[in-house]
């Protein structure tokens, strides 16, 4: 059984890698708006939990709950959209401020429409994370698998330069 301390102490950092929008990226897609009326319906009908049709997500099932979560404004899980207010972004990132972050972008991610400022949001971004340490991978795709080295880089530099007290450090 765990304990509150346990658990209080369980998160010590964060690396938050390709934090965008998936309502922005979904709302470029023709489908996306009849999906988030239909998944409002269920949801407003109690079914939250049932499955959406395959085309609301090809690749995998997902509930409309889940859909209305990752797709609809203001949903439960839209966290990273550009057109929040800082208001709205550190009401939904600031239960984070008091943990050491990382944000690794992409600035290539194509997941990310075009018409959004990257380097913009990213600022923003750390600002409602507490101050959070930025770090831009340019030409870098969502998974970075065309930047590795560069993650790997970053990712490293962020551990050794004093992440949270009590680490060990694994290169010494």
Request: net charge negative; glycine share 6%.
């Amino acid at each position: 059984m765990r304990t509150n301390a346990a658990c209080s102490r369980a998160v010590r950092a964060a690396i938050l890698q390709a934090p965008v929008s998936d309502r922005e990226f979904r709302a470029t897609l023709p489908e996306t708006a009849g999906m988030i009326d239909l998944a409002s319906k269920l949801i407003s009908e109690g079914q939250g939990l049932e499955l959406m049709p395959r085309e609301a997500n090809p690749d995998s099932p997902i509930t409309a709950y889940r859909f209305h979560s990752l797709c609809a404004y203001m949903g439960d899980d839209d966290m990273f959209s550009s057109d929040l207010s800082d208001d709205q972004l550190k009401q939904r990132l600031a239960h984070m401020s008091n943990t050491p972050c990382q944000v690794i972008f992409s600035m290539a991610d194509e997941y990310v429409p075009d018409y959004v400022d990257k380097k913009a949001l990213v600022q923003r971004l750390c600002k409602a994370l507490g101050g959070a340490e930025k770090v831009e991978i340019e030409w870098g795709n969502h998974s970075l698998s065309n930047r590795v080295d560069e993650a790997v880089q970053a990712i490293m530099q962020f551990v050794k330069s004093g992440g949270p007290n009590g680490w060990d450090d694994p290169w010494s």
